[in-house]
């Protein structure tokens, strides 16, 4: 049961009377929630106008009311199945290019999730936030959650912390996230229908999503706030890599001067940050997955192409989606084209 193993971290680290309260809120909103079946977990709960899992739902509400913000803090943000893996390593090898050479690279060594902690998970390290309070600046870390989720002491025009975010076709972040979701499901399950996942992605029905809501506040975020969320599009990454490190470094406000430009550092981290890079690194090949870590390095990656959607979708599940897409969109001033 869900709550024991919540109670039971407050008891194991003698947490203070703020966390107490928190877990026992998270304890007391659970039970009142919406809840339908996930794609490989249990349940997803409807929160807040988005459907989380228990762990995504317990780091919102830590992350409320006890993530202490610093001006330094750059947020990687996306959609699951969006590029997170990529956008982790590129904020990570923009930020500290000056540390490492590229021949002895961390991201030759480690997944980028090693590197650019997962916010959710990492805010209740030990049952609270103390691990991330000691990581030092500046902290890059990395999340799904809506940008609607996180507190105004992050969001508000006082905050200097900034979101680095990404979206895709959501034709290809369906089929991704239906590869990620069979490879992850327990083994005495079958694996999810093509078309159950179809019909639960089109009503929203996904692991932090609707998705299109999900895409929309950062987007609506971006044009309110510029120089607090960048907006990208993974399209526009596969065709011009180059102007999208470029783009993210001036935002972060690290450009690279006519000197690195000079030596090859953009074209540098292009490469490294590659699919083809990544995917081919032996720490990326890892596919272990046991209690304490069970998602494996291997399952961050499987084509990262554009347009792979072809090959599963049928004609009218196509259309269909990029009319749902058209509807959601409709005067926002975004699209996917």
Same mark, same amino acid.
């Given at each position: 049961?869900?709550?024991?193993?919540?109670?039971?971290?407050?008891?194991? $680290?003698?947490?203070?009377?703020? #966390?107490?309260?928190?877990?026992? +809120? /998270?304890?007391?909103? %659970? =039970?009142?929630?919406?809840?339908?079946?996930?794609?490989?977990?249990?349940?997803?709960?409807?929160?807040?106008?988005?459907?989380?899992?228990?762990?995504?739902?317990?780091?919102?509400?830590?992350?409320?009311?006890?993530?202490?913000?610093?001006?330094?803090?750059?947020?990687?943000?996306?959609?699951?199945?969006?590029?997170?893996?990529?956008?982790?390593?590129?904020?990570?090898?923009?930020?500290?290019?000056?540390?490492?050479?590229?021949?002895?690279?961390?991201?030759?060594?480690?997944?980028?999730?090693?590197?650019?902690? $997962?916010?959710?998970?990492?805010? #209740?390290?030990?049952?609270?936030? +103390? /691990?991330?309070?000691? %990581? =030092?600046?500046?902290?890059?870390?990395?999340?799904?959650?809506?940008?609607?989720?996180?507190?105004?002491?992050?969001?508000?025009?006082?905050?200097?912390?900034?979101?680095?975010?990404?979206?895709?076709?959501?034709?290809?972040?369906?089929?991704?996230?239906?590869?990620?979701?069979?490879?992850?499901?327990?083994?005495?399950?079958?694996?999810?229908?093509?078309?159950?996942?179809?019909?639960?992605?089109?009503?929203?029905?996904?692991?932090?999503?609707?998705?299109?809501?999900?895409?929309?506040?950062?987007?609506?975020?971006?044009?309110?706030?510029?120089?607090?969320?960048?907006?990208?599009?993974?399209?526009?990454?596969?065709?011009? =890599?180059?102007?999208?490190?470029?783009?993210?470094?001036?935002?972060?406000?690290?450009?690279?001067?006519?000197?690195?430009?000079?030596?090859?550092?953009?074209?540098?981290?292009?490469?490294?940050?590659?699919?083809?890079?990544?995917?081919?690194?032996?720490?990326?090949?890892?596919?272990?997955?046991?209690?304490?870590?069970?998602?494996?390095?291997?399952?961050?990656?499987?084509?990262?192409?554009?347009?792979?959607?072809?090959?599963?979708?049928?004609?009218?599940?196509?259309?269909?989606?990029?009319?749902?897409?058209?509807?959601?969109?409709?005067?926002?001033?975004?699209?996917?084209?």
């Amino acid at each position: 049961m869900e709550t024991s193993k919540f109670f039971s971290l407050v008891e194991e $680290f003698e947490l203070d009377e703020g #966390y107490q309260k928190t877990y026992k +809120s /998270f304890d007391e909103v %659970l =039970p009142t929630l919406f809840p339908r079946k996930g794609w490989w977990l249990d349940q997803l709960f409807h929160y807040q106008g988005f459907w989380l899992s228990s762990f995504a739902l317990r780091g919102s509400m830590l992350l409320n009311h006890h993530f202490k913000p610093r001006p330094t803090d750059v947020i990687v943000a996306t959609s699951p199945k969006c590029g997170t893996t990529w956008l982790r390593a590129l904020v990570f090898s923009i930020v500290n290019r000056h540390s490492f050479d590229f021949s002895d690279h961390p991201l030759s060594k480690k997944n980028p999730q090693e590197l650019v902690f $997962f916010l959710e998970g990492a805010i #209740y390290i030990d049952g609270s936030t +103390s /691990f991330i309070d000691g %990581l =030092p600046s500046p902290r890059l870390l990395s999340t799904h959650l809506p940008y609607s989720l996180f507190p105004t002491s992050m969001t508000d025009d006082t905050s200097e912390c900034r979101f680095v975010y990404i979206c895709r076709d959501p034709k290809d972040v369906f089929i991704s996230k239906w590869h990620f979701a069979n490879k992850l499901r327990a083994k005495d399950l079958p694996p999810i229908a093509l078309e159950e996942a179809f019909d639960s992605f089109c009503k929203g029905v996904s692991h932090y999503g609707p998705f299109w809501d999900h895409v929309l506040g950062y987007w609506k975020a971006s044009l309110e706030s510029p120089k607090k969320v960048l907006f990208l599009k993974y399209e526009d990454v596969k065709k011009q =890599p180059w102007d999208c490190v470029r783009k993210v470094a001036e935002f972060l406000e690290v450009p690279f001067s006519p000197e690195e430009e000079n030596k090859g550092i953009v074209e540098g981290i292009v490469k490294l940050c590659s699919f083809e890079n990544m995917s081919n690194q032996e720490v990326n090949k890892n596919a272990t997955r046991n209690s304490e870590r069970p998602i494996s390095n291997s399952d961050f990656f499987r084509k990262g192409e554009v347009g792979d959607w072809v090959n599963h979708l049928s004609p009218q599940m196509a259309e269909a989606l990029d009319q749902i897409t058209e509807q959601k969109l409709q005067a926002t001033g975004f699209n996917f084209r």
